[in-house]
């Protein structure tokens, strides 16, 4: 099972939106709207800020959002702000009732 | 509060073995699906393998398949990772994950304990 595809690293100015992708396969992201994205801080554990595609757990700002088409899911996060500076990850159900993670992606508030 | 509280890594030598602990408390443990998922240092979130509420149904990922083994006790709210046949690249921070009832999803996560794979 090969990871899901996420770019490296964004950037974005506060205020200002950014989105970070999740490509996958027909036989994981494509497959089930069971994608999840995960925040990270350094030194921390992960935490859960979207599950089953689009919902936001409650809690977790509405700033957060998920969407998805084919085999590529997204997390737009709008009017970004310092403390969202962080790595995101995304991850999914497979037809192998495995799960699979994204590589990870780096968002700078500039 | 929900807490899950790993512990057993340290540093071995490759081709040995190690076993990993996780205590759970603040929830009913024996209702839900627990995972083991791994983070290299300075890497990535890989997953590892995961458990059923009840044991009947275990599943891991092709780099650990064979080598590593999960199980529970839901008498003493407590997940395991039995890892033999350690690797260099297994080297990593190990969290315990708690999967949300009926849902795919990680809701709740362990510190993580370091396991070294180094002569």
């Known amino acids: 099972q090969s990871a899901l595809t996420q770019p490296a690293s964004v950037s974005g100015s506060p205020g200002q939106s950014i989105t970070i992708s999740c490509t996958g396969t027909s036989s994981d992201v494509g497959r089930y709207n069971y994608v999840s994205w995960y925040q990270q801080h350094p030194g921390k554990a992960p935490k859960l800020i979207i599950y089953?595609?689009?919902d936001r757990p409650s809690g977790v700002s509405s700033r957060f959002s998920g969407s998805k088409s084919g085999n590529t899911a997204s997390l737009t996060i709008s009017g970004l702000q310092a403390e969202d500076e962080a790595v995101y990850y995304c991850s999914s159900y497979t037809t192998t009732s495995t799960r699979v993670f994204g590589g990870g992606t780096t968002l700078t508030v500039l | 509060q929900e807490q899950l509280v790993e512990s057993g890594g340290g540093v071995v030598q490759p081709g040995r073995s190690l076993r990993l602990s996780c205590a759970a408390s603040g929830f009913s443990f024996s209702d839900f699906a627990m995972h083991w998922v791994r983070q290299a240092p300075g890497k990535g979130l890989e997953w590892v393998a995961v458990i059923s509420y009840d044991a009947s149904r275990k599943y891991y990922a092709e780099s650990v398949k064979g080598r590593f083994t999960i199980s529970r006790d839901n008498s003493k709210n407590t997940l395991y990772l039995q890892m033999n046949s350690l690797r260099p690249e297994d080297t990593a921070v190990y969290h315990c994950?708690?999967?949300?009832?009926?849902?795919?999803?990680?809701?709740?996560w362990g510190q993580g304990t370091l396991v070294t794979v180094s002569s």
């Open positions: 994950v708690r999967e949300e009832y009926n849902n795919v999803y990680f809701d709740c």
């Open positions: 089953d595609v689009s």
